[in-house]
């Protein structure tokens, strides 16, 4: 009796520290955006790896995975409950989702207990790589829902961050886990050597940071734009009621009134502002006409219709209001757009989503204008680097996001999503222009800097200006080849362990 009590109090120890992994994991995010915690958040949780076997790994993995998910991503069942108008409907597709990102957290501390018998380098190596393919995977898998890459967390710590653009966000994520591991062989083994490799490798991350931002810096001064952006701040429930259409009409015309002597050039609206589809409503044609005359181009959020399909657009307007061209989206977004598994999950839910049905476009293309080519990413699309990285390569000088946000008012998902900007504005050293319905609309500097940010929930308009420019980054040239060299790293590790691991020297762990 004696010893099993002894047992479960011990094993009770390992518990507690899995959940601490977990709540620094989730307070490292937006919006608590603690972000020091990243570099400390594993450690008791590689402590319950190292010291426990394969199971027992994979349930603290759980237990931390678990934690994490319900603190960082607590808006999502009021998404889906938005969504869905049906508790059990989101309550049950919020507990997949939370499992969902669970998993990946236990494969991994799984699969790091498997290893932890390797040198402690290449150890630290193999869970950072390891760490890098699953997000890859989460990034893409089931159309992709890579919010809290564990590199976002570090939106804030501008001066860590400039190596995204040769290794994208995945890069910051591999050196945090990298860390994390040097710290916990700190402290457990008493390696100092561990804790100066940890300091040279921070010392090269600011050193490459402040050059480039120094480089950066000068390099955007040249072909200036003037641009303004509306944020109107429409709810959600008002952009579906069909009796509020003249009240969110009225709004969008005054806002438009605050551009009546700023000359803009550009002057960017929302996704799907417009109430209405602009091509079939005599009244939004009005609309666009009167508010378009303000600059030469407004980009203005809406639904189009081609061949009997409805689109998540932007529109294309001229000062004289006509339609010059438009975006259509690319790249639907999870559970609002695009459903996975939709017949299972339609009969065991009833209805999961009930937003228009949008069809994808498949042509990526750049919009080519006198002084700047536009590269457009609709909402979800900023999940996504490849996105704009083809723009950029296609000839996009200045990058835009028009989001809507107004699914989880006043919870910490308008700021996960904001933070993305800032990775797609390093990755490619360009300027981005973010204009939310509600949510965050602001300016972002090829630094990561971000010269202009409004408030959640705030009815906001606001002119800046931004800087347009040519440059090719690394990371632009050769995409995500870093999450490549870490997938040959983990099986060229896995392929000499397998074949020569007995006489490979075992990790040990102090107590």
């Not at 995945?170 to 561990?194: D, Q, T």
């Not at 030469?296 to 004289?320: C, P, Q, T, W």
């Amino acid at each position: 009796m004696i010893n099993k009590f002894i047992v479960r109090e011990y094993k009770f120890k390992y518990l507690i520290f899995s959940i601490i992994s977990g709540i620094l994991l989730a307070l490292s995010f937006q919006k608590f955006n603690l972000f020091i915690f990243a570099w400390i958040a594993f450690i008791p949780l590689i402590y319950c790896v190292y010291k426990n076997n394969l199971k027992y790994s994979a349930l603290y993995g759980f237990v931390t995975g678990m934690v994490s998910s319900l603190i960082a991503f607590n808006w999502m069942f009021l998404f889906l409950l938005t969504n869905t108008k049906s508790i059990k409907a989101a309550l049950i597709v919020a507990i997949l989702f939370w499992l969902y990102q669970t998993t990946y957290i236990v494969l991994w501390s799984s699969i790091v207990n498997i290893t932890k018998s390797y040198k402690k380098i290449i150890a630290a190596i193999f869970a950072a790589s390891l760490w890098v393919i699953f997000e890859y995977i989460k990034n893409y898998f089931l159309s992709g829902f890579p919010i809290n890459l564990l590199g976002y967390s570090q939106s804030s710590f501008t001066q860590i961050i400039q190596i995204s653009d040769v290794f994208g966000v995945y890069g910051i994520s591999f050196v945090i886990i990298l860390i994390n591991f040097l710290l916990f062989y700190w402290l457990y083994n008493k390696g100092k050597k561990y804790l100066m490799i940890t300091i040279l490798i921070l010392a090269l991350l600011l050193s490459y940071s402040f050059i480039r931002i120094n480089q950066i810096t000068k390099m955007s001064t040249k072909n200036e734009i003037k641009i303004g952006v509306v944020q109107p701040n429409i709810a959600q429930e008002k952009k579906w009621r069909k009796s509020l259409k003249n009240e969110i009409i009225n709004t969008i015309y005054t806002n438009a009134q605050f551009f009546k002597d700023k000359n803009c050039e550009i002057i960017l609206y929302p996704e799907t502002v417009l109430p209405r589809i602009l091509e079939e409503n005599e009244e939004i044609q009005t609309l666009v006409k009167d508010i378009s005359k303000y600059s030469d181009l407004s980009l203005i959020g809406g639904k189009a219709v081609e061949n009997k399909k409805l689109y998540n657009s932007i529109f294309f307007i001229s000062r004289d209001g006509n339609i010059a061209d438009k975006y259509k989206k690319k790249h639907l977004v999870l559970f609002g757009e695009y459903v996975p598994f939709e017949n299972f999950l339609v009969k065991l839910l009833e209805k999961v989503n009930l937003t228009d049905n949008f069809s994808k476009e498949h042509d990526l293309k750049v919009f080519d204008f006198d002084k700047y080519n536009l590269g457009i990413n609709i909402c979800s699309e900023n999940y996504y680097p490849y996105l704009s990285r083809e723009l950029v390569l296609k000839g996009a000088t200045l990058l835009t996001t028009h989001s809507n946000d107004a699914w989880c008012d006043g919870l910490s998902y308008p700021y996960q999503h904001f933070v993305l900007n800032i990775f797609r504005a390093i990755e490619n050293r360009k300027y981005l222009i973010v204009a939310s319905n509600t949510g965050i609309s602001g300016v972002i500097a090829p630094t990561g800097k971000i010269t202009k940010q409004t408030k959640n929930q705030e009815q906001v308009c606001f002119e800046e200006t931004v800087y347009t420019n040519n440059y090719i980054t690394i990371y632009d040239k050769i995409g995500d080849l870093f999450v490549y060299i870490c997938m040959t790293y983990v099986l060229l590790v896995l392929l000499i362990y397998g074949i020569f691991g007995k006489n490979i020297k075992i990790t040990k762990i102090n107590k």
